[in-house]
Each structure stands twice: as structure tokens, then as C-alpha cells.
């Protein structure tokens, strides 16, 4: 069986999304798994350039031109002939632009795509993955109520609604004449919905060919309504050393943390609302992590601050992950209050490992993760209420903490992760070739 493992576009395994990277380091161990890693190159590259081999790393590289990329089918058939000079058993795609699904139906190799972010099916898209409109969570019906959604996307979303629906499709259609080669601020996006929403939708019929690996139950039952073939595999995380609890008696304050990206959907504002009411000499609250340089999430972090007013809390910014277990060995509880649907939340699994129980909201990844009452608590999504309801019963019941940082352990290690993507590749090929009626895939 030879398994060819592929990493997001355009990004090697040294710069590569930490948890892919984590899994292809223990993969390569296995000698029937290889690497792919998908460049956009200069037109002038020769042939002999476009696909090379490093036996040593068992890691290919393929390098598509330019003008080969603005052309979706040439796209396609450019990977295609690749997969035939690679000759795989299967292949394992961390991309999420679907032209290595579709060059693997065409020459009948087995697909197995890691759905990492909503973005993958969800016309929003990024970080607001299955957040609809409204904060609520999406139950993944893609169409035309997703434009909506999509305007949210733009400031000022109400005047972003007002003019998708209302402007003759005469004028839509002459300015999209006007921005097709050049973009626009706020018209370009405004007049690219449709075409997000059915570039989508076209996703969507792509990965019915694949087997999707989700992170979450609720996700796979989403995905599987829409006709794709999904398999549930919890992330898996690599070894932490367990801190000491630290000692808690009735004087004592409760130290809760927030350990991630400060971004709208990750529903730090409704973390800050849910402290506001209660006594200051109670708890801490410390913030590790910090916004990126778009324009929205600098300004969502100034909300952040503005909100933090006449609470106890401290914002310790970005920090290596070198120095956070110096930074938590004093904390109690870590709280991930997400409003959009959360693929898994590996941070979670992360702070259950060194032995902290975690407060979460309802939202897909920690409800594989959490026992309530016994590592954990679960409350609905964007409600500040249920989390202030939570946090209040954790401060009264402090006497349970050092109980249920016992009960805390690793959901899921990265060895087992790997050992059940081998098992679904081993599962998937012999059901190929049963189907086939060959022992042996060879493309000619």
C-alpha cells in the first residue's frame, strides 16, 4: 500500500498548520507513506522541474505554473498526470481546493480529506466556519440563505444586504465586468457571494467522491446529510508533561485562562460579559494569545479591552509554547467559549493533558472531549448567562477542582491518531480492490 500524504497547498511540512505537521512527523515513520507538497511555480520552469523526488525524505514536490492555475480543468489535468507518474494506493489531502479529489476519481484512487476548518464546505468560511448570521450555529444547509451569512463577512453587514438584494442584476453584472480584473474595496467581495456559494456547492459534489475525516460526531452527521462519506477521528496531540494542581483551600482565588487566537468567533466577548457581576477578589482571569494584523480582529480586540473594563483580567499577548507551562502552572480552570462550530480544539485536549478542567461551550470538538461534571463543564453557545451561571458554581464548588484535575487525561494521543488513519488507508484499499477485483491498482 503506498499512501500519499498531502500537505496544504502551497505550505511544506516546516510551515505547515502545527497539527498537520505533528501527524506527517510520526507518519513518516511508516515506510509506504509519502509526502506531496503542491507549489504555485513561474511559467518559465522546465518540465524536468515541475515533479521532483527526495528519496531520502520520501517527499515529492510539485510545482504548477501559473497560467496552468488560473484554468480549473488544466488545473486538474496537470495533477492528474502527476498522480499517474506517483502511482498511489490512496491519497490523504489536507488542501481544501478539491483539484487533487478530483484528479484522484479520475483515475480511480481511493480519497481520505482532513476537514480542518468549516471553511471547506461553508461559503463564510475562515475562522467563521458554520456562524451564521445571526451567532447561531449552522446546521449546514448550503445555499442561498448563506449569502446573508457572507455579508456579515463585510463592514457594515446590513448595508451589504440591503444592496445584494435589492441592485438590478443588470448593474451586478456590469460592475462585475468592471472588478473582474482588479479588486475593488468592498465591491469585489460583495459581488464574489454567488460565485463562493456555488464554488462550494461544487466542493460538496467533489467530496462525495472522498471519505472525509471529521474530529467531531456533530460534523460527520452534518457532512454525511449532505451525501459526503465521513470517518470520526478525534485529533490526536503530542506528549505533555502534567503540572502539579495547584493547592486550592477556601481563601483561595480561582485562576481561569483563555489560550488562543482573539478572534469574533472564538467568543471572547461573551467570556468578558459572563465575568461582568462578579466579585473581582473571587477569581483571575488571564488571556494568552493574541489578534493578527487584519483590520477586523484589531478592531474586535479593541472591543476586547473596552469590554475588559471593571473586570479582573489579564491579556499576556502571543506566547511560545515553550513557556506556557510555566505560565499555567498556577491556573485552575481553562474556559473555551466558542460560538461558531469548533472542528475539534486541540487547546482543550492540551489543557485536559496537564491536568486542568475545562469549561466549553456546546459547539462540536468539546463534546468529544469533556464529561461534564467529571474533567469539565459544557454550557450553550453565545449565552453570557449559562457561562456566568458556570463560573459562579465552579467558585462556590472549589472544593471538587483538585478531583476533577485527576479525572483530566489526553482525549487522544497522536500515536493512536496515526495508528487509525493507517487502519482507515488499510480499510479503504482492500475495499477498492474488492470493488475492483484487483490486488494491485496499476495506472497506465
Known amino acids: 500500500m503506498k499512501v500519499l500524504f498531502i500537505t496544504t497547498f502551497g505550505q511544506s511540512i516546516p510551515h505547515e498548520h502545527i497539527f498537520t505537521r505533528n501527524v506527517w512527523l510520526k507518519m513518516c515513520q511508516y515506510p509506504e507513506v509519502n509526502l506531496l507538497t503542491i507549489y504555485e511555480g513561474a511559467n518559465n520552469e522546465s518540465k524536468s522541474e515541475w515533479l521532483t523526488y527526495d528519496k531520502a525524505e520520501h517527499w515529492y514536490q510539485l510545482t504548477i505554473p501559473s497560467h496552468i492555475l488560473k484554468s480549473h480543468s488544466s488545473t486538474v489535468d496537470f495533477i492528474e498526470q502527476s498522480l499517474r ?41 475562515g475562522g467563521n466556519g458554520f456562524l451564521k448570521w445571526d451567532d447561531s450555529l449552522c446546521n449546514g444547509n448550503i445555499g442561498t440563505e448563506c449569502r446573508k451569512c457572507c455579508c456579515h463577512e463585510l463592514p457594515l453587514p446590513y448595508i451589504a444586504r440591503a444592496i445584494d438584494y435589492t441592485m438590478p442584476k443588470k448593474i451586478i453584472n456590469w460592475l462585475k465586468n468592471i472588478t473582474r480584473h482588479r479588486k475593488i474595496f468592498y465591491l469585489s467581495p460583495l459581488l464574489s457571494i454567488n460565485g463562493t456559494i456555488a464554488e462550494r456547492l461544487r466542493t460538496i459534489e467533489i467530496l462525495k467522491y472522498a471519505t472525509v475525516i471529521t474530529a467531531n460526531s456533530r460534523l460527520s452527521e452534518m457532512l454525511s446529510s449532505l451525501g459526503i ?37 472564538k467568543g471572547l466577548h461573551i467570556l468578558l460579559k459572563a465575568f461582568k457581576g462578579i466579585p473581582q477578589n473571587l477569581y483571575e482571569l488571564h488571556v494568552f494569545g493574541d489578534a493578527y494584523q487584519p483590520r477586523r480582529e484589531q478592531r474586535y480586540k479593541k472591543k476586547i479591552l473596552h469590554l475588559a473594563k471593571d473586570i479582573n483580567v489579564s491579556f499576556h499577548g502571543f506566547v511560545e509554547n515553550s513557556d506556557l507551562n510555566s505560565l499555567l502552572k498556577d491556573m485552575h480552570v481553562m474556559i473555551h467559549p466558542a460560538i461558531y462550530h469548533e472542528v475539534y480544539g486541540i487547546n482543550i485536549s492540551e489543557a485536559l493533558s496537564l491536568g ?11 463534546e468529544m472531549q469533556i464529561r461534564e461534571g467529571i474533567n469539565g463543564w459544557l454550557v450553550p453557545p453565545n449565552s453570557p448567562y449559562a457561562l456566568r451561571n458556570a463560573i459562579n458554581k465552579i467558585i462556590d464548588q472549589r472544593d471538587r477542582l483538585s478531583t476533577m484535575s485527576a479525572n483530566c487525561s489526553c482525549p487522544n494521543t497522536l500515536e493512536h491518531y496515526v495508528e487509525e488513519l493507517m487502519s482507515l488507508y488499510r480499510k479503504i484499499t482492500k475495499a477498492d480492490e474488492k470493488n475492483t477485483g484487483n490486488s494491485q491498482r496499476t495506472i497506465s
Open 229 to 265: 462519506p465521513t470517518a470520526v477521528i478525534p485529533h490526536g496531540i503530542r506528549h505533555f508533561n502534567r503540572i502539579q494542581y495547584p493547592t486550592i483551600d477556601s481563601d483561595s482565588v480561582i485562576k481561569f485562562y483563555f489560550l488562543g487566537r482573539i478572534q469574533y468567533s
Open 85 to 125: 507518474q506517483i502511482s498511489p494506493d490512496i491519497i490523504h489531502s489536507n488542501m481544501i481546493e478539491g483539484f487533487e479529489i478530483e484528479a484522484a476519481k479520475r483515475l480511480n484512487i481511493p480519497a481520505v480529506v482532513t476537514m480542518h476548518i468549516g471553511g471547506l464546505i461553508c461559503p463564510r468560511g
Open 356 to 366: 486542568h478542567p475545562v469549561l466549553a461551550t456546546q459547539c462540536g470538538g468539546p
